[in-house]
């Protein structure tokens, strides 16, 4: 207990309890006491860590955080109970599972994998109790398989992928090349693409696509398939392993000279940070650039989490913050545990967060927490972005007609 | 296409070729001489590159010369090479003796270990390790820029190969290897020092795989997942050059590098089955692979592994089996929800191990991909209710049905080959049936997989469900048992022991062995159908590779020489990973210490211990 009281005096030190104080307004002071509301999150803490670990280390910040401010529902505290989801939907199932019926947990969030959010999304469903999906991109889990209990907190595959295209509006380059890792994400990220991107450029024609295996990507290979087409530009949508070799490749060979290139996730300091100096410059990309950040609430949070991580934080960090606030503020609302009551509540929600006002549109079951829009750019031996700007999620969501139909006919 | 582009995509694929056969080389020696297919050869590619991106930027800060990047490339093969030496001091010499698969099983333990254990030195971000000085630039070739690196590299194959022939033809310890690679026995008979020559192999296969990685790292960055990525790939490649020959690994090597190179151009979305299409073309066409030999021990009377002598139940017997049942059946009265759930999901593995071991135990049949017919079984089950919204009744009868087609048109191919050829040509077959899953979305809903599986309304109680699974699990395992027991059983056993002999007296063994494979593939398939109703829903890891070895892994640990072994070891494997995953991240480690653990303490598996503790009381 010793560990936990010191840290929490870091924390404390460091402005944590800033953030706590504005969060909960004039809500009565002092450590919260009553029962605890416990959640069950599980997430691929193993196999994703350098993402799934800065998002419980956030998560565990922003729960002591509120806790020591009065906790939620007028007193009691937040507890996660954190859970490996094994990487697998059978694994994560019966984690849910557990969570549910031995942990008590009023209601589960979390996972990362597509595959594996859809699943627990479909056990939510079916046990009527909340899912808050943090993670997953897919855009099947509040479009075609949405359902009643499912939550997104994060801008989708579609949100995202708009987001760059529009962010390509006035350009001219016709000619493009799509690279995309072979499975959902890089599959429905290819598919939007082509579906905006005429909205932005008009005439634009498609000449190369490659789809390499997910952490398999053979670099020479597919390099000199993208430059054997000529393109004028690129949308990659590489991430980790992949793209750097890609990079790599790319650089050596002069694949990015004199090209437009729009990157999905590459300014997110987890896929960013191992580029080091081979980060390439110019690129417009969706990211995270935490220290260009002007915002008194999460300067306070960067504060803190430096302070007790000893680390920068990541898009992790800053999703598991945004979570915990949201879900803080449900409870508050709903003043209850109950899933439908929970369900009611959560529907055009609107939060106080450290990215700024988040609301769960209540059509779809999506948050409108957006993400930053920006250019790399090198600074000494490290990729940042420039230019950046937080473009809202409202902006880009998925055009009400099609939610409806989508939904309809899940 | 212009000649320029042809040229330099060729290049592409020969360096790619070069860095595969370096590592594809070691595992071949390591298998040639020790018959051990050695999972943890990925895990040793990985520690190379680990090392590389450690040693060499601190050799780098000294002197950017490109010797001293290569002296860190060295020294970091060195140390996996000394790695390679511990284990096989520590684990795989203390069980040469017990049955091979079981060394399959320990080394696959090594490889959960040493994922962890990199997450836990070198923590959970990639590395980009530094580029090699001097060797930066683009080099141009009929006007196309290619990298230096890479032509670099295109040499380090050849030279690697020419220095293994010299290895093996002017050096005692290499006339060893290939003796001890020809027919292992007989070295031993002749009193060469077995424990030294197998030490100094899995030197020099752990040096190969830690120098394939190390040489990576100005191309790729070291990350934790890059084992898994590369031991398929490079059991391909061992596989199609013949195991245990290393000029097969380069003629192999330099196959895949081409066909990826182009392939990518010609069939940009499936380079992920690709190799496997060829690895199941070249095994149909050459069943040992392009240079293999047929095993010299192939035609000797060896005592075989597995069921020997299938004794009925004794009384005790009778009465665990009896108490395991009723166990079962009165568990809905007293245990919580979460209970019921885990013994369901025991049922059902217990069917898929005990279908397993109807092959590897009693037929010999060895296979790599049994969760292929697992997970069809599940796909046809889940499809049929999501996609033509029949109810679970027919959706459970259409997965045996399922599971069974399939194995029947796999296995006609997979019976013609034995050993670890027929082994890799089940795996090569499920990670088709993977791809396939994988990417035919419209149908299969890819990688997404397909959710809404769920139990009619009647059966959609835990209770009633745990209740359902047994009634099918139990009758189908006893079903086979009963088969096991029968002349069918016997004539497998009998072609299990001797393929000639069994030929001689009559037995159609290929039809036998046939049918044997389909009928485990139909228990399987009801086992992957009853698996999706409990879950909820299907997608491509109930075919992964994972999957597969999850069922050996439980199949080994119950015993492959006793019937009901498998059982007890799909309720141990199941409860130790239920009990390991939740107490921290680190799980994987634990179980794999488990694992390797099982091995040491029970080489016969738990069954196995179990009717040694009966035959001496």
């Not at chain 1, 460091?14 to 450590?31: D, E, H, I, K, P």
């Not at chain 1, 889990?141 to 009643?148: D, E, K, L, V």
């Not at chain 1, 055009?348 to 927490?369: A, E, Y």
């Amino acid at each position: 207990m010793t560990d936990l009281t010191i840290t929490r005096r870091a924390a404390l030190a460091a402005g944590g309890g800033l953030a706590a104080a504005s969060l909960v307004g004039l809500r009565a002071q002092g450590q919260a006491t009553g029962a605890p509301i416990r959640i069950g999150e599980l997430n691929s803490y193993s196999r994703m860590a350098a993402f799934s670990v800065p998002y419980r280390n956030a998560m565990q910040l922003a729960a002591d955080t509120i806790n020591r401010a009065g906790g939620v529902m007028g007193g009691r505290p937040l507890e996660f109970v954190f859970r490996d989801d094994g990487s697998a939907p059978g694994d994560a199932a019966r984690v849910a599972e557990d969570l549910l019926t031995r942990e008590n947990c009023a209601f589960l969030a979390g996972t990362f994998l597509s595959n594996v959010g859809l699943a627990v999304a479909d056990l939510a469903n079916q046990r009527r109790k909340l899912f808050v999906a943090t993670e997953p991109l897919t855009d099947a889990i509040t479009m075609a398989q949405g359902n009643r209990y499912t939550f997104r907190i994060r801008p989708s595959t579609y949100m995202q992928t708009r987001m760059l295209v529009e962010a390509a509006r006035g350009k001219t380059q016709k000619r493009w090349a799509i690279v995309a890792p072979n499975y959902e994400y890089g599959q429905s990220a290819a598919a939007n693409f082509k579906r905006l991107i005429g909205n932005s450029i008009p005439g634009v024609e498609i000449v190369a696509e490659q789809y390499p295996a997910l952490g398999r990507v053979d670099a020479g290979a597919t390099v000199g398939a993208l430059l054997q087409a000529r393109p004028d530009a690129i949308f990659n949508v590489l991430f980790g392993p992949d793209l750097t070799a890609f990079v790599r490749e790319g650089n050596t060979r002069g694949l990015f000279e004199r090209r437009f290139v729009l990157s999905l996730l590459t300014g997110e300091p987890e896929y960013m940070l191992p580029l080091g100096d081979e980060c390439p410059e110019g690129w417009i990309v969706t990211g995270y650039p935490w220290e260009q950040v002007e915002n008194a609430q999460h300067k306070a949070y960067v504060d803190a989490y430096r302070a007790r991580f000893n680390d920068t934080p990541r898009k992790g960090s800053l999703l598991g913050y945004v979570t915990v606030q949201v879900i803080a503020n449900l409870l508050n609302k709903a003043n209850s545990t109950d899933s439908e009551a929970l369900v009611e509540a959560f529907k055009d929600l609107r939060s106080d967060t450290v990215v700024g006002p988040v609301t769960m549109r209540g059509l779809d079951q999506q948050s409108t927490m957006g993400t930053w829009v920006g250019e790399t750019v090198l600074r000494g031996r490290a990729g940042t972005m420039r230019n950046s700007r937080y473009v809202d999620g409202a902006e880009v969501m998925f055009p009400e007609e099609e939610v409806r139909a989508a939904r309809r006919s899940a | 296409m212009e000649p320029g582009f042809l040229v330099v995509q060729a290049l592409s694929g020969l360096a790619s070729a070069s860095s595969l056969f370096v590592i594809a080389s070691g595992l071949t020696l390591v298998f040639g001489v020790t018959r051990i297919v050695n999972f943890a050869h990925g895990s040793f590619y990985m520690l190379g590159a680990y090392m590389a991106v450690t040693i060499v930027p601190w050799l780098l800060e000294f002197d950017r010369s490109p010797w001293l990047f290569f002296i860190g490339v060295l020294a970091s093969a060195a140390v996996v090479g000394l790695l390679g030496v511990a284990m096989e001091l520590l684990l795989l010499r203390r069980i040469y003796k017990v049955p091979e698969l079981f060394q399959l099983l320990a080394t696959f333990g090594v490889v959960l270990m040493v994922q962890d254990a990199v997450l836990k030195i070198w923590g959970p971000v990639d590395i980009a390790g530094p580029r090699a000085p001097g060797l930066r630039h683009g080099v141009y070739i009929l006007d196309q820029r290619f990298p230096a690196y890479e032509l670099f590299l295109i040499f380090v194959g050849p030279v690697v190969l020419g220095l293994l022939w010299l290895l093996m033809h002017r050096t005692r310890f290499g006339i060893l290897i290939r003796a001890a690679t020809r027919d292992r026995e007989m070295v031993g008979a002749l009193g060469v020092n077995q424990a030294l020559l197998f030490t100094g192999t899995l030197f020099l296969g752990a040096f190969l795989a830690g120098l394939g990685g190390a040489l990576q790292i100005p191309r790729v960055s070291a990350s934790g997942q890059m084992d898994i990525s590369i031991i398929t790939e490079v059991f391909v490649v061992t596989v199609i050059g013949g195991m245990g020959s290393v000029t097969g690994a380069f003629l192999a090597a330099l196959l895949i590098g081409q066909l990826q190179a182009f392939g990518v151009l010609i069939f940009p979305k499936i380079t992920l089955v690709l190799v496997f299409l060829l690895m199941a073309a070249v095994l149909v066409v050459k069943p040992w692979g392009l240079l293999g030999r047929p095993e010299a021990a192939a035609g000797r009377a060896a005592l075989p592994e597995g069921i020997l002598h299938p004794a009925p139940f004794d009384h005790v017997g009778r009465l665990i089996a009896l108490l395991a049942v009723a166990a079962v059946l009165v568990l809905p009265l007293f245990g919580d929800a979460y209970v019921m759930k885990v013994v369901t999901e025991v049922l059902v593995f217990a069917l898929a191990a005990f279908s397993l071991n109807f092959l590897v135990g009693n037929g010999g049949i060895v296979s790599f991909g049994h969760a292929a017919y697992f997970g069809l079984g599940a796909y046809a089950a889940g499809l049929l209710v999501t996609r033509l919204g029949l109810p679970m009744e027919p959706a459970l009868l259409a997965a045996p049905i399922a599971g069974g087609a399939f194995a029947a048109l796999f296995g006609f191919f997979v019976v013609r080959l034995s050993g670890i050829y027929l082994a890799m040509l089940t795996l090569a077959f499920a990670q088709i049936a993977y791809a396939v899953c994988f990417q035919w979305v419209e149908v299969t809903g890819g990688d997404n997989g397909v959710v809404g599986v769920w139990p009619s309304a009647w059966a959609s109680s835990r209770h009633v469900y745990l209740y359902l699974v047994a009634a099918c699990s139990i009758g189908a395992i006893l079903a086979l048992r009963h088969v096991l027991y029968a002349p069918f059983g016997a004539t497998l056993r009998a072609a299990r022991d001797s393929e000639q002999r069994a030929d001689a007296i009559g037995v159609d063994v290929r039809t036998h062995r046939w049918l044997g494979f389909t009928l485990a593939g139909a228990a399987a398939g009801l086992a992957g159908g009853l698996y999706a109703f409990s879950k909820g829903s299907i997608d491509p890891t109930l075919l992964s590779i994972p999957m597969s070895v999850d069922f050996l892994a439980m199949i080994l640990l119950g015993g492959i020489q006793t019937v009901m072994g498998p059982l007890l070891g799909a309720a141990a494997f199941h409860a130790i990973k239920d009990a390991v995953m939740p107490l921290t991240d680190y799980w994987r480690f634990l179980l794999g210490a488990a694992i390797i653990a099982l091995v040491l303490i029970f080489p016969r598996g738990l069954g196995g211990a179990y009717a040694a503790l009966r035959a001496r009381a």
